[in-house]
């Protein structure tokens, strides 16, 4: 007989111990999932409107869009060199102010004219710096770096024959 009760005990402490570990399942399946914290979202800032610069032509003549009619790397002594500065701004309903800049630069370094603007840039648009001279301009290679805002942006090479 104590073979029979010593096997309904332990039966008894497994049927036990089972429920107590079906409950705590239960329990741990009831619980609510932790809370996880997010991060606030920053607030959204708007982009600042910029100004770049499209492209830079050089001509002896514009157009009454400021634009150069011919394109030309090469010129004579007494022509009128003129660099054409296409821009545009990022937001075209927003005007940004900027300094555009033009240095017209002697193969030997020698600087031949520097002259800068300040505009109100909107949308797309052109600008134009010239440089003549009536006795004529010595044979040679010659530079024009465009700036904006005192960074140049983009240079172009020409020569005068």
Known sequence: MKTSHLTRIAAAALVAALALAGCKKQEEAAAPPPVVATPPQPASVPMA????????????????DM??????????????????VSTFT??????VAG???????????QVVNTESKELDFLGSGVTDFQI???DGWPAGKYKVEISLDGNVVQSKDFEVK
């Open 90 to 95: 990022s937001d075209s309903a927003t005007t």
């Open 67 to 84: 634009k150069v009619t011919v394109p030309s790397a090469s010129f004579h002594p007494k022509d009128t060199i003129i660099a054409a």
């Open 132 to 134: 003549a001279k009536p």
């Open 49 to 64: 409107t910029t100004v770049a610069i499209s492209g830079v032509d050089l001509g002896n003549a514009v157009g009454t």
């Open 99 to 109: 300094k555009l800049g033009a240095k017209w630069t002697y193969q030997d370094g």
